[in-house]
């Protein structure tokens, strides 16, 4: 036997793997089981130095604990092993001269600063192959025997178990961690956190979900889920088993649960299997989140959209209300459309506008205009036989709405079908207002209706108040307009009498005076000759007789006269007025006048006068009746006559003064009156008819004659104007 392998030597090791296993066992930590082992290969083999080396988690065998060595070496060594990691079955290694072995020939210089002499490799091997190594070392040359390599083996097996077990320890205490922190997760997530087993049995609930739907986790666990179903989903929750019963995944399924206190609130469900150690799906679990808020969002728009689309298409109805309006104005038509687009406003499925119209018997009856149903869909006449139902569109001052007339108690006493015959829906949802003139007239009712109940809205009836309004006032419009139509007709008509009537009467005044004048000249003839034959012969009161015969037949001479040009004033057309000298006309005038003028002493002074668009004629027989009147009418003094002009806001106006008696100015405008005189014929001869002609001639130009200045015993203005002849 080699020296070395005493029975003290073998006692000695026994000793020492006895003390391996007490602080083995009572090891806390790693580094104390790689203190002891350590200490045990030291005791039990030849060995001054040892090391313990393990692989790490990046594949690098690495010194866990050694004794005596440098920083140096366990550097330089450090990932050097003689087994790649795992190995299965692997062998110790002993080398009795390191400067010796080849295989170590790169530490070779290494060692011998080291003083290692000889080297023994311990694998540490587990199930799962090598995973770390015992080092020994001697400094010098050493034969390392069979005895002292099995006792490190030995020591080796022991640590491998013990590692083996303080691992499992370890991972099984930072799995229990991890569970922990898991639950606190779930526990804490602000998404609710359900499992139940594929029965449907909850088997765990978090706080989120006891916030979410109100039951305690004592509460809901052990109970079938589906108490937390809407009646109306009660299936969708097997059905959801079903499907994670096969392995799926549902995720993101939006639906609807309810609450403890009974409210239904939107969710979003993500629901995965859950599976035992063997992948045996046993459950699920099931991620609820709230999503009523995102959901009354998701609404919101919709009904913002909704509410713009609407605004759009109601903005365009509305538009073509305006056009209706405006460009209608036959009140049938306009009531039509009216009630076409009104209808189709406020989404009826017919509307009715009823017509209030007396008729010429004093019946009211109530013509209408019908859209969205034929005529025909009304029973009978075609009218909707019972016209008593829409009463209160005509009593009412506003809108009438019901969501359902059905079960209205306002119209319980009318039956709901508005004629309608009995295999048309009843009508159920009700609109109506009366159309109101400006003059407070009912003028008729637009009425409309739904068979399905709650189709008009607050917003339809305030719609229907403007069309209402709108409505009302296009037709007050359109009679307006209807009767201003009738009223121009008849005004035209009447003309066309009173031109008629005029033109008789001016032919009845012409040839009544002129055939007047035939048998008065023969009287005037006659009495003369009378008089130059018998004169001396007749007595006194005979000569007077006589006179007044010839003074009478004079007088009524000159009333024919008159009468002829009064009635011939403007007769014969001489086509469109030329230019004329008015001076030259009135030259003419006053030449015809001299032997008046002159036995009064009369002067007449003239201003410049401008030429004008008249025909010399007429201008002459005006200038003459002015000028005589002023002759006439003169006071004490000899006439002073002045004729001038002036231009004034596109006319030229005439005026001829006096210093005659004048006139009272109450009479202003009498003396242009037919056959109107302020004085007797014995005062001042005359028929009442010169002003009236003047008159006549100037309103046949478009002028006028008016009395401008007068007063009595200070003289008379008279004027008169015509269109400005323009150059
Ligand atoms: P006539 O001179 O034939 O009576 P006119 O129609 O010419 O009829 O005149 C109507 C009346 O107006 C006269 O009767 C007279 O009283 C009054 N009148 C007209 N011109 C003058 C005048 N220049 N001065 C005063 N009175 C006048």
């Given at each position: 036997?080699?020296?070395?392998?005493?029975?003290?030597?073998?006692?000695?090791?026994?000793?020492?793997?006895?003390?391996?296993?007490?602080?083995?066992?009572?090891?806390?930590?790693?580094?104390?089981?790689?203190?002891?082992?350590?200490?045990?290969?030291?005791?039990?083999?030849?060995?001054?130095?040892?090391?313990?080396?393990?692989?790490?988690?990046?594949?690098?065998?690495?010194?866990?604990?050694?004794?005596?060595?440098?920083?140096?070496?366990?550097?330089?060594?450090?990932?050097?092993?003689?087994?790649?990691?795992?190995?299965?079955?692997?062998?110790?290694?002993?080398?009795?001269?390191?400067?010796?072995?080849?295989?170590?020939?790169?530490?070779?210089?290494?060692?011998?600063?080291?003083?290692?002499?000889?080297?023994?490799?311990?694998?540490?091997?587990?199930?799962?192959?090598?995973?770390?190594?015992?080092?020994?070392?001697?400094?010098?040359?050493?034969?390392?025997?069979?005895?002292?390599?099995?006792?490190?083996?030995?020591?080796?097996?022991?640590?491998?178990?013990?590692?083996?077990?303080?691992?499992?320890?370890?991972?099984?205490?930072?799995?229990?961690?991890?569970?922990?922190?898991?639950?606190?997760?779930?526990?804490?997530?602000?998404?609710?956190?359900?499992?139940?087993?594929?029965?449907?049995?909850?088997?765990?609930?978090?706080?989120?979900?006891?916030?979410?739907?109100?039951?305690?986790?004592?509460?809901?666990?052990?109970?079938?889920?589906?108490?937390?179903?809407?009646?109306?989903?009660?299936?969708?929750?097997?059905?959801?088993?079903?499907?994670?019963?096969?392995?799926?995944?549902?995720?993101?399924?939006?639906?609807?649960?309810?609450?403890?206190?009974?409210?239904?609130?939107?969710?979003?469900?993500?629901?995965?299997?859950?599976?035992?150690?063997?992948?045996?799906?046993?459950?699920?679990?099931?991620?609820?989140?709230?999503?009523?808020?995102?959901?009354?969002?998701?609404?919101?728009?919709?009904?913002?959209?909704?509410?713009?689309?609407?605004?759009?298409?109601?903005?365009?109805?509305?538009?073509?209300?305006?056009?209706?309006?405006?460009?209608?104005?036959?009140?049938?038509?306009?009531?039509?459309?009216?009630?076409?687009?009104?209808?189709?406003?406020?989404?009826?499925?017919?509307?009715?506008?009823?017509?209030?119209?007396?008729?010429?018997?004093?019946?009211?009856?109530?013509?209408?205009?019908?859209?969205?149903?034929?005529?025909?869909?009304?029973?009978?006449?075609?009218?909707?036989?019972?016209?008593?139902?829409?009463?209160?569109?005509?009593?009412?001052?506003?809108?009438?709405?019901?969501?359902?007339?059905?079960?209205?108690?306002?119209?319980?006493?009318?039956?709901?079908?508005?004629?309608?015959?009995?295999?048309?829906?009843?009508?159920?949802?009700?609109?109506?207002?009366?159309?109101?003139?400006?003059?407070?007239?009912?003028?008729?009712?637009?009425?409309?209706?739904?068979?399905?109940?709650?189709?008009?809205?607050?917003?339809?009836?305030?719609?229907?108040?403007?069309?209402?309004?709108?409505?009302?006032?296009?037709?007050?419009?359109?009679?307006?307009?209807?009767?201003a139509?009738?009223?121009q007709?008849?005004l035209k008509?009447s003309n066309q009498?009173l031109r008629r009537t005029n033109e008789?009467l001016e032919v009845?005044a012409y040839?009544?005076s002129?055939?007047?004048?035939?048998?008065?000249?023969?009287?005037?003839?006659?009495?003369?000759?009378?008089?130059?034959?018998?004169?001396?012969?007749?007595?006194?009161?005979?000569?007077?007789?006589?006179?007044?015969?010839?003074?009478?037949?004079?007088?009524?001479?000159q009333?024919?006269a008159d009468l002829l040009a009064y009635t011939t004033a403007t007769r014969s057309e001489e086509g469109p007025p030329p230019v004329t000298d008015s001076a030259a006309v009135l030259g003419e005038v006053l030449q015809n006048l001299k032997s008046s003028m002159e036995s009064c002493e009369a002067v007449v002074t003239v201003a410049e006068l401008p030429p004008v668009s008249m025909h010399p004629v007429r201008l002459a027989q005006i200038f003459q009746n002015l000028i005589g009147n002023a002759l006439k009418y003169r006071g004490?003094d000899p006439p002073r006559i002045h004729v001038s002009a002036r231009e004034e806001d596109g006319w030229t106006v005439f005026s001829v003064q006096d210093n005659g008696i004048g006139i009272e100015t109450e009479y202003a405008s009498q003396i242009f009156g037919l056959f109107k005189r302020l004085?007797?014929?014995?005062?001042?001869?005359g028929s009442g008819l010169g002003l009236a002609i003047c008159q006549r001639l100037v309103e046949h130009y478009g002028g006028r004659i008016w009395l401008d200045q007068s007063a009595?015993?200070a003289g008379s203005t008279f004027c008169f104007s015509v269109p400005l002849q323009r150059a």
């Amino acid at each position: 036997m080699a020296p070395g392998f005493s029975r003290e030597l073998e006692l000695q090791r026994l000793r020492a793997l006895y003390g391996l296993l007490s602080s083995l066992q009572r090891a806390k930590s790693l580094e104390e089981v790689y203190e002891s082992a350590m200490t045990s290969l030291l005791a039990s083999t030849a060995a001054d130095r040892a090391a313990v080396l393990t692989f790490d988690e990046d594949g690098v065998m690495r010194f866990q604990a050694w004794r005596g060595l440098s920083d140096e070496y366990r550097a330089a060594v450090t990932g050097h092993t003689p087994w790649p990691q795992g190995t299965v079955g692997a062998e110790t290694l002993a080398i009795a001269d390191s400067s010796g072995d080849a295989s170590l020939a790169p530490y070779h210089a290494l060692l011998a600063r080291e003083k290692i002499g000889s080297l023994a490799f311990v694998p540490l091997e587990l199930d799962q192959g090598v995973f770390g190594k015992f080092m020994l070392y001697q400094r010098d040359p050493h034969q390392w025997a069979k005895e002292e390599l099995e006792a490190a083996e030995l020591i080796g097996g022991h640590v491998a178990l013990v590692l083996q077990r303080q691992r499992a320890d370890l991972a099984r205490e930072s799995s229990e961690q991890h569970l922990q922190r898991l639950a606190a997760v779930v526990e804490n997530s602000y998404d609710a956190i359900v499992t139940k087993d594929l029965r449907g049995v909850i088997t765990s609930w978090n706080r989120a979900a006891e916030e979410l739907l109100g039951y305690t986790a004592a509460e809901a666990i052990g109970k079938p889920i589906a108490f937390l179903a809407p009646e109306d989903r009660a299936n969708e929750m097997q059905a959801i088993l079903e499907r994670v019963g096969r392995g799926e995944r549902v995720h993101h399924f939006e639906t609807q649960r309810k609450t403890k206190a009974g409210r239904i609130i939107d969710v979003s469900l993500s629901v995965s299997p859950i599976r035992d150690r063997s992948g045996r799906i046993v459950g699920a679990s099931k991620i609820m989140r709230d999503i009523t808020e995102r959901k009354r969002a998701e609404e919101e728009r919709r009904l913002l959209l909704q509410r713009e689309q609407d605004a759009r298409a109601t903005a365009e109805l509305l538009n073509q209300v305006g056009l209706t309006l405006l460009t209608e104005h036959d009140v049938d038509w306009l009531v039509r459309g009216i009630t076409d687009i009104a209808t189709a406003l406020v989404g009826a499925e017919f509307g009715v506008f009823f017509h209030n119209r007396v008729e010429e018997k004093g019946e009211s009856r109530r013509p209408y205009a019908l859209s969205g149903r034929s005529r025909g869909t009304f029973s009978g006449s075609g009218i909707p036989n019972n016209t008593e139902i829409f009463e209160p569109a005509f009593r009412s001052e506003g809108v009438l709405r019901s969501d359902d007339l059905t079960k209205d108690p306002r119209y319980g006493h009318n039956p709901p079908d508005f004629g309608i015959p009995a295999d048309h829906p009843p009508v159920r949802s009700y609109l109506a207002a009366p159309v109101i003139s400006r003059s407070r007239e009912i003028l008729g009712g637009l009425v409309f209706g739904h068979s399905e109940a709650g189709k008009f809205s607050e917003h339809h009836e305030v719609l229907l108040r403007g069309i209402a309004a709108q409505a009302a006032i296009a037709i007050d419009n359109a009679k307006l307009l209807e009767q201003a139509e009738w009223a121009q007709g008849e005004l035209k008509r009447s003309n066309q009498e009173l031109r008629r009537t005029n033109e008789d009467l001016e032919v009845f005044a012409y040839s009544a005076s002129h055939d007047l004048q035939e048998p008065l000249r023969t009287i005037i003839l006659s009495s003369e000759l009378l008089q130059r034959a018998c004169g001396d012969r007749l007595t006194e009161d005979g000569t007077r007789y006589l006179e007044g015969i010839v003074h009478g037949s004079r007088t009524m001479n000159q009333l024919i006269a008159d009468l002829l040009a009064y009635t011939t004033a403007t007769r014969s057309e001489e086509g469109p007025p030329p230019v004329t000298d008015s001076a030259a006309v009135l030259g003419e005038v006053l030449q015809n006048l001299k032997s008046s003028m002159e036995s009064c002493e009369a002067v007449v002074t003239v201003a410049e006068l401008p030429p004008v668009s008249m025909h010399p004629v007429r201008l002459a027989q005006i200038f003459q009746n002015l000028i005589g009147n002023a002759l006439k009418y003169r006071g004490q003094d000899p006439p002073r006559i002045h004729v001038s002009a002036r231009e004034e806001d596109g006319w030229t106006v005439f005026s001829v003064q006096d210093n005659g008696i004048g006139i009272e100015t109450e009479y202003a405008s009498q003396i242009f009156g037919l056959f109107k005189r302020l004085h007797s014929r014995h005062q001042y001869p005359g028929s009442g008819l010169g002003l009236a002609i003047c008159q006549r001639l100037v309103e046949h130009y478009g002028g006028r004659i008016w009395l401008d200045q007068s007063a009595l015993g200070a003289g008379s203005t008279f004027c008169f104007s015509v269109p400005l002849q323009r150059a």
